[in-house]
């Protein structure tokens, strides 16, 4: 195994689709330089999801443009990519590569692969805090979380935790970092500052994704074996008097993660092949959508919902309001895209 | 029948099964068109209980209750399923495995589906599991490429076979 902190220079992007999709994407970015009488932006406007291909060994970079066919390039990472976490600021993903046991860094202005770094022995969830410049890796395989600095993903800590911890997700303020231990079947919230376990609580069976309530007050968590989710409140977490769980939504099977937009919460049921849509004031099911097949990865621009068919090998946009089916964009294979894969702009 | 060459080969090296998998699900996909009317087609799919019709390599079935079969191989060892949606509107069955027995997968699930093609029809065979080793670093016979290579043997020949079924032939 490489040891961790050897850095591997990879090929620029490979580009997998038809000319006439690269010419497109090529001329978008020209027209966004152009532009800008200043000269020198390097970063493509407007809003993008990265999904990792887990069978491509890629990800696929999708221009969203709800209204017209969106623009697809597929870019090399490691092998069997997973988690995905993109950071507006730098306009750079993070992808963990499960088999690869590495994290690669990609450029979303120029489309490329920056670097790939050994990680652990089986990264898959992935968040970035832009506040502490930090990207955190739950680690499978050796039952820990890695605690990296987000320019170069250098070692800041490796933090253990129990058995096969998946999803990750990082308070807005970079205070707390929430870990889904699947096997042992807890939430658990860590201090980023001093990178102590606070609080473990029990949710569902198998927890597997979650996602903080875009007001911050309440953590979603997929619990995959009991079909249902977790809502937990945040301050009643950390509370020993609290009743950390609000409710136990039952939603389709399987349940991968969850995302948010328009007052609503949408879970990916994976082996339900359909999105339960939740009202997040009421707690109430609004909706079941039948999609795609194995719906896994979703997240959101804000006003469509963006959900990754593993089977199909496509992404589905869902308009939050009216919940109907807006576009379909081709991926690699596999495709999962766990985690915040979409740039909103 | 290299599906069952396969499975006895797995047999031998597969100690038991376990709830946990990795991370890296694995797929296989078939396809057979067979000129048949669909409703024939998915008749033969949606009988829980008559796999050996049609499946060269499921000597019997046994049900316990209406829900859950046991395979007998015929070249060894059992697998146990359970249906989980058998839907006439989209003429799909939905099912998992409870037990894989000799198969070296991990938390397998699959879709069979009828759609009318032509004057005959399009059977779709989609499958989604893990391999059968849970850990980093598996032995070839439990590896990704073992584990999609016996499922797509157990497609192919399946399909190859419903469609003679099918068609009378």
Same mark, same amino acid.
């Given at each position: 195994?490489?040891?961790?902190? $050897?850095?591997?220079?990879?090929p ?8 006439a999709?690269?010419? !497109?994407?090529?001329?978008c ?14 970063a493509?406007?407007?809003p993008? !999801?990265? =999904? $990792? +291909?887990?069978?491509g ?8 443009a709800? %209204? /017209? ?6 870019? !090399? ?6 988690g995905?976490?993109? #950071? ?9 590569n ?6 690669s860094v990609?450029?979303?202005?120029t ?14 969830g992935?968040?970035? #805090? ?5 990207v ?22 490796e933090v253990?935790l129990? /058995? ?8 807005? #303020? ?6 889904? %231990?699947?096997?042992? *079947? ?5 201090d ?6 606070l609080?473990? +609580?029990?949710?569902?069976?198998h ?15 997929? +619990? ?7 809502v ?5 977490? %950390?509370?020993a008097?609290g ?7 039952? =939603? ?6 969850v995302?948010? !937009? ?6 990916? +049921? ?6 339960s849509?939740?009202? *997040?004031?009421t707690l /109430? ?7 795609v097949?194995?719906?896994?990865g979703i ?5 469509? *919902? ?5 089977? #199909?090998?496509?992404m589905v946009?869902?308009d939050a ?22 740039l909103?702009? | 029948?290299s ?7 797995a047999?031998?090296a597969?100690?038991?099964? &376990?709830v946990?998998?990795?991370?890296t699900?694995q ?8 000129a048949a009317?669909? &409703?024939?087609?998915? &008749? ?9 019709k ?5 000597g019997?079935?046994?049900l316990? @209750?209406?829900?859950e079969r ?6 060894? @060892?059992?697998?146990v399923?359970?249906?989980?949606v ?10 998992r495995?409870k ?8 938390n397998?699930?699959a ?8 004057? @005959? ?10 391999r ?28 190859e076979?419903?469609k003679?079924?099918?068609e009378g032939?």
């Open positions: 195994m490489r040891p961790v902190g $050897s850095v591997q220079q990879l620029s992007a490979r580009w997998l689709l038809r000319p999709a690269v010419v !497109a994407f090529t001329l970015i020209c027209a966004v330089n152009a532009s800008n009488a200043v000269g020198a932006p390097t493509v406007a407007g993008l !999801a990265v =999904v $990792s +291909n887990q069978g060994d890629s990800v696929s970079i999708v221009r969203l709800p %209204e /017209k066919t969106p623009e697809v390039r597929e870019v !090399a990472v490691g092998r069997a990519p997973a995905v976490a993109v #950071d507006a600021r730098s306009r750079r993903a993070f992808v963990s499960a088999e690869g046991r590495s994290v990609v450029n979303l202005a489309g490329s692969t920056v670097f790939e770094r050994a990680v652990g022995a089986g990264p898959v992935i968040a970035h #805090d832009p506040v502490r410049q930090r955190y890796v739950a680690d499978w395989y050796r039952n820990s979380l890695w605690v990296l600095q987000d320019s170069a993903l250098a070692v800041v800590a253990p129990g /058995k096969a911890p998946a999803g990750v997700e990082v308070s807005a #303020d970079g205070t707390r970092i929430y870990v889904a %231990e699947r096997c042992v *079947v807890v939430v658990s919230v860590i980023s500052a001093s990178l102590q376990m609080h473990r +609580n029990a949710v569902g069976s927890p597997f994704g979650l996602r903080l309530a875009p007001d911050g007050g309440s953590l979603w968590v997929t +619990n995959v074996l009991s079909h249902d989710v977790s937990i409140d945040v301050t009643g977490l %950390e509370s008097a009743r950390a769980v609000l409710a136990t939504l039952p =939603v389709g099977h399987r349940p991968y993660c995302a948010f !937009a328009a007052g609503r919460a949408f879970v990916s +049921n994976q082996y339900g092949d359909s999105v849509v939740i009202d *997040v004031a /109430k099911t609004v909706a079941t959508l039948p999609l097949a194995y719906p896994e997240d959101s621009d804000g006003k469509t *919902v963006w959900v990754v068919s593993w089977m #199909d090998e496509q946009g869902i309001a009216t919940l109907a089916r807006t576009v379909t964009v081709p991926l690699g294979r596999n495709p999962r895209g766990f985690g915040r894969f979409v909103a702009e | 029948m599906f069952i060459r396969l499975i006895a080969v047999a031998l597969l100690p038991g099964l &376990a946990a998998h990795g991370p699900r797929k296989a996909v078939e396809a057979v068109e067979i009317p669909p &409703a024939a087609v998915w &008749a033969l799919i949606k009988d829980w209980g008559g796999m050996a049609w499946h060269p390599a499921v019997e079935v046994a316990n @209750g209406t829900t046991i395979l007998k191989l015929k070249g060894g @060892g059992n697998v399923e359970e249906l989980e058998v839907d006439d509107g989209s003429m799909t069955l939905r099912y495995m037990d894989s027995g000799p198969v070296p997968v991990n397998y699930s879709a069979i589906s009828v759609v009318a093609q032509g004057s @005959g029809s399009l059977v779709q065979w989609k499958g989604a599991f893990y059968a080793y849970l850990n980093n670093d598996p032995p070839p016979e439990q590896s990704d490429e073992a584990a999609v290579k016996a499922i797509t043997g157990i497609y192919k020949s399946g399909l076979n419903l003679k079924v099918a032939k």
